[in-house]
């Protein structure tokens, strides 16, 4: 009923920008909270950010804070991940998740998972 595709990856070299894109596709009449995570080759997955339904919280790692920004625009049913100063250990598989709350998202509770894409920044 709800998918989640993510888009805009690709290959860069360090210090190149990215923006990634949620779009949400189904039944759009409910809004959910959407965290982004990511797991590099052979690494556990973990959240990167997220935001709230509203789109007034933000929430980041300290690993990307001041380099990514997460936003939304509910009119596109999409939510954005832009990804400034890029290192090679940002190299991994992101993926977007949809769930009631952030707080939800982030302990792993999420309805609805993008199938991932792949960011690879050599460097």
């Known amino acids: 009923q709800v998918q989640l595709v993510e888009s805009g990856g690709g290959l860069v070299q360090a210090g190149d920008s990215l923006r990634l894109s949620c779009t949400v596709s189904?039944?759009?009449?409910?809004?959910?909270?959407v965290g982004w995570f990511r797991q590099a080759p052979g690494k556990e997955r973990h959240i990167v950010g997220g935001?709230?339904?509203?789109?007034?919280?933000?929430y980041y790692v300290d690993s990307v804070k001041g380099r990514f920004t997460i936003s939304r625009d509910d009119a596109k049913n999409t939510v954005f991940l832009q990804m400034n100063n890029l290192k090679p250990e940002d190299t991994a598989v992101y993926h977007c998740a949809a769930g009631p709350t952030l707080t939800t998202v982030n302990i792993g509770g999420a309805t609805y998972w993008g199938k991932g894409i792949q960011v690879t920044v050599s460097a």
């Open positions: 935001i709230s339904r509203s789109g007034g919280y933000t």
């Open positions: 189904g039944d759009t009449s409910s809004t959910y909270a």
